[in-house]
């Protein structure tokens, strides 16, 4: 019976039936099944209500609750100072890696994706060890230089976990923002880069004018890409800080895993989540014009 | 070819990338260091920068580990910690879902994308689309619904439920780098074998494959390192050393008060070592990968 | 001054190729002079080396008198047009000519003011607010034409600019760019593959060969006095026939024996008789349109039976094979011939030219040094 299906046919099916499968039950259908349950009650300490259709009330919970405004502006700061960096900073190193000329770029190249290699819980202890209260890098070498007169707890300081968080975060996720850029810089015709050098570009005007115009399309892919992870950072940051100190560090994506491991609410957690998804989805609208753009070329 | 003119722009780019260097391997070096420290030197304040009496205790007992050398170290402060004795089977458990998700990559991903580049059937285009964009959700929308999904096929702490979730998050991505880098693909040979009669799924093993090793690479690279290093996931759905995976006990780990610190980082470098050595492996490919067809004109 | 001078200019690519090997060339100020060579002989290299996009292994570059060899190209004061015309995306016809004035930092109306005056000349005027990229390519290769020119250079360089187009748009080009070279007197260099680009463009040709010059001259002295058989063979169309024989001496005349039979030489001999020594390997080398058919036998010529036709309106080709298995071209006007035909082939001495063992032409001319070689 096999065979009296078309050749095409029967390639689609050998091909595409189990990684769907596993894509439309694992992926598609908690997504739907998550906004589903964003507008039941599913709140543990009120079992008489449970699986009861509240509408939008998940959400209003959320949104009032005493954590969200707070959690939201932090995710904020926190993205505004996340974002621009890896952009940019992943931009200027793929310009570099790109310079033949420039001796040190082979050695850039081989290890500027090792950050992404690692696992991220153990980057994450990495940075927590460096920044050690008691054994840690930073207060030794600042100790020796005399800048601090006694070790800090720098995990335990508000703005300094912070600032660590940010620049773990910042080590982890620019490398493929790096090769994102690598890969688009590497299709530029070689013919309008010399061009350019006959007509008498400076270094200024030549990243102006032929850089930046190329890698346009790649630009925005990369921007939406770095900044849904960032409005979505959770794993990183939980293992370094775990959210504190006091939820200093507890950005918005953390208070899902709140609502639904620790206060047991799982309809507030749903709504969160999709809340955060519909942001993100907003974005991926976004990421997806980008790409049409890129393909009329 | 792409020169850097002017001596200004010269030395800020050598700056920048001595930088570079030093950031992304720095954090690297500093955990081994501490590794091979002993429990006395680790306490030295300033740090020591260099282990002057380097001891590879820590490993050994990693590997050694019997139920006796768990708990208090007569006349130290520190101790092993009881995860230390779950280090190998978690690794080993890693390590086979690491594998065997890649290995699933590797068969399933080029060969979806090759789908929608060759045969294109009614509503491919949706269907690319949905794979896609699903997997640019954020990871923490989708934690209650998969935590449903496992429990109602019964997945909980099992290595099977883990490939299975990590396959469905890894695909879409593996599918649309492939299907990126088809572009430029040499059609015309699949056509002339089709008029020569074989079967597209020949033609797919016989001619479509071999031509696309960097790209196979590239997603087998990718997914290794996402099924090894995920944590969070791992964490929520496992409850035992049956399934558990090493990121899980490394953040444990990291996180228990006064555990030895040499064995702390030694955790952290085991962590590290396998996803680099398969980086360095196939770094080649990964870097001619993703800019196999996009270099072309 | 704008005389551009390669001084023994050498370049080796990193893995020991060589792509250009001892080039001596000086090139007149207001010369047009075309590189030409087959695929892969150094000319392009050549070209991007004069231009700055390549540093020389040796030898100095002087343009307009001055050592440029150490100069980025934007220091040269050249203009350049590459094959599939380097056209800025994301920018418009204006702007794309604009280009390398911005970099010179001239006023927004100065720009305007050069920007359109060489639209004009090239005719290009009412294309400039289009989209370059999606510009018809004979559009495109004015566009870069144009920003090549509107820094007014002192060198334009180009880079087989016509390659790409269709045949129609070629001609238009060609006698478009021959119109503006000849105004702007500017020199003008000029790589291509094409012979025919070649001989129509330039008021001389550099023929190149595995990185090596190999004759620079006139195209009728390039035609009539090749410096070798690969210059003999590469110049002309249809190809040169090559004939390969030895020198006998018989009742005191003197033959070239070939594989088909032997032909007497006497006149053309004398003119090299110390070059040559009975014995010694030749090769002859004769156009086909010099060759003379006969369909009947006739005193010294060589048999042959026609084995193939080719008819192009005016003239045609045929080629005739020889009792050796060798063949010839000849071009003729055309004639009744079919396929098996006897014809009767003489090869007229005095269109010889006689190649010795090494490839070298032995009645090979040198020109005089002094001699104005422009506008023959």
């Known amino acids: ?297 | 070819m792409r020169n850097i003119n002017g001596l200004v722009v010269k030395v800020v780019a050598w700056i920048f990338g001595i930088f570079i260097i030093v950031w992304t391997v720095f954090p690297i070096y500093w955990a081994i260091n501490v590794s091979l420290m002993n429990e006395i030197d680790v306490l030295m304040k300033p740090a020591l920068y260099v282990p002057i009496r380097p001891t590879i205790e820590s490993y050994w007992i990693i590997f050694n580990i019997k139920e006796a050398m768990v708990g208090a170290r007569p006349g130290s402060t520190f101790f092993i910690p009881q995860a230390a004795a779950s280090i190998l089977p978690t690794l080993t458990n890693s390590l086979i879902v690491a594998i065997t998700v890649m290995i699933i990559n590797i068969v399933f991903g080029p060969i979806a994308s090759h789908i929608f580049y060759t045969v294109k059937f009614s509503k491919s285009n949706i269907l690319f689309w949905i794979i896609v964009l699903t997997r640019l959700m954020p990871l923490a929308a989708l934690l209650l619904p998969i935590f449903v999904i496992f429990k109602i096929l019964n997945l909980f702490n099992s290595l099977l439920g883990l490939v299975l979730i990590y396959s469905a998050l890894t695909l879409p991505i593996s599918i649309w780098i492939s299907y990126i880098n088809f572009e430029g693909f040499p059609t015309e040979c699949e056509e002339a074998a089709l008029v020569d009669g074989y079967s597209r799924l020949e033609i797919y093993y016989k001619i479509a494959f071999p031509l696309i090793k960097p790209i196979i690479a590239t997603v087998a690279l990718f997914s290794f390192i996402f099924a090894y290093g995920e944590f969070f996931l791992a964490m929520l759905l496992t409850s035992s050393d049956v399934a558990r995976t090493l990121p899980v006990i490394i953040s444990s780990i990291v996180g228990t008060y006064h555990a030895l610190p040499s064995m702390v980082m030694a955790t952290v470098v085991i962590g590290m070592a396998p996803p680099l050595i398969v980086f360095i492996l196939a770094r080649k490919y990964v870097i001619r990968g993703i800019i196999y067809y996009t270099g072309q004109r | 001054m704008a005389e551009i001078y390669l001084e023994n200019v050498s370049k080796v690519f990193g893995k020991g190729t060589v792509a250009v090997k001892n080039l001596t060339l000086k090139i007149e100020d207001k010369e047009v002079i075309a590189i030409l060579g087959p695929s892969g002989c150094g000319k392009t290299t050549t070209l991007r080396i004069i231009a700055g996009l390549e540093k020389p292994t040796s030898g100095r570059i002087y343009i307009g008198g001055k050592d440029v060899t150490d100069l980025p190209p934007k220091d040269r004061n050249i203009g350049m047009v590459f094959q599939f015309y380097a056209i800025y995306p994301g920018k418009t016809v204006y702007e794309n000519i604009a280009f390398p004035l911005r970099c010179r930092g001239l006023s927004k109306s100065e720009i305007r003011r050069e920007v359109m005056n060489i639209a004009d000349y090239l005719e290009i005027t009412r294309i400039l607010d289009k989209e370059a990229v999606a510009c018809h390519p004979s559009e495109k290769q004015l566009t870069a034409l144009a920003r090549a020119l509107v820094t007014h250079p002192q060198a334009l360089l180009l880079d087989e600019p016509l390659t790409v187009l269709d045949a129609d748009t070629r001609e238009l080009m060609r006698v478009k760019l021959k119109q503006i070279i000849e105004k702007e007197g500017i020199t003008c260099i000029y790589v291509t593959h094409d012979q025919k680009e070649g001989m129509s463009l330039g008021h001389r040709i550099a023929v190149m060969k595995d990185g090596e010059l190999q004759q620079v001259d006139t195209p009728s002295r390039l035609l009539n006095n090749p410096i070798n058989k690969f210059v003999a063979g590469f110049i002309g169309s249809p190809t040169m026939n090559f004939l390969n024989g030895e020198i006998i001496k018989k009742n005191n005349e003197y033959y070239v024996i070939f594989s088909f039979g032997s032909v007497k030489i006497g006149k053309m001999l004398e003119k090299c008789e110390h070059k040559i020594s009975l014995g010694d390997e030749i090769t002859i080398g004769i156009r086909p349109r010099d060759i003379v058919l006969y369909t009947k036998e006739v005193e010294n010529s060589v048999p042959g039976y026609v084995s193939g036709i080719e008819y192009f309106g005016d003239h045609m080709l045929i080629k005739i094979s020889l009792s050796s298995g060798d063949s010839v071209i000849c071009q003729t006007t055309p004639i009744k011939l079919k396929i098996n035909d006897f014809v009767s082939v003489i090869l007229p001495e005095e269109k010889y030219f006689f190649f010795d063992k090494d490839g070298k032409n032995i009645l090979f001319k040198e020109v005089e040094k002094n001699m104005h070689i422009m506008g023959e």
């Open chain 1, 1 to 297: 019976m096999f065979k009296r299906i078309s050749d095409g046919v029967r390639y689609i099916i050998l091909g595409l039936f189990f990684p769907l499968s596993l894509i439309f039950i694992f992926l598609v259908f908690p997504i739907i099944y998550g906004i589903y349950l964003s507008f039941l009650k599913l709140d543990i300490h009120n079992p008489q209500l449970m699986w009861q259709f509240i509408g939008i009330g998940n959400y209003l919970k959320v949104f009032s609750s005493y954590y969200f405004e707070y959690s939201m502006i932090q995710t904020f700061l926190f993205c505004l100072a996340v974002i621009p960096i890896i952009i940019l900073g992943s931009l200027s190193i793929s310009l570099l890696l790109f310079q033949k000329n420039f001796r040190l770029a082979p050695s850039l190249q081989a290890i500027i994706l090792i950050p992404w290699a690692i696992p991220y819980v153990v980057n994450a202890s990495m940075w927590r060890w460096i920044f050690d209260a008691n054994y840690g890098f930073v207060n030794s070498v600042l100790y020796q230089l005399g800048i601090i007169k006694n070790y800090q707890a720098w995990l335990g300081d508000t703005w300094s976990a912070f600032g660590i968080c940010i620049l773990a975060y910042i080590w982890t996720e620019l490398p493929f923002c790096v090769l994102l850029f690598f890969a688009r810089l590497q299709s530029l015709p070689i013919d309008i880069y010399e061009q350019s050098l006959v007509d008498g570009a400076g270094v200024w005007l030549r990243f102006k004018e032929v850089y930046l115009v190329w890698l346009k399309p790649i630009l925005f892919v990369v921007s939406v890409w770095t900044t849904l992870r960032a409005i979505s950072a959770f794993d990183l940051i939980y293992v370094i800080t775990g959210g504190g100190p006091a939820d200093f560090t507890a950005f918005i994506s953390f208070f899902i895993y709140r609502e639904t491991f620790v206060f047991l609410d799982f309809g507030a957690g749903a709504a969160l989540s999709a809340f955060i998804a519909v942001l993100g989805f907003v974005l991926v609208i976004l990421y997806y014009k980008s790409i049409k753009f890129v393909r009329l070329r």
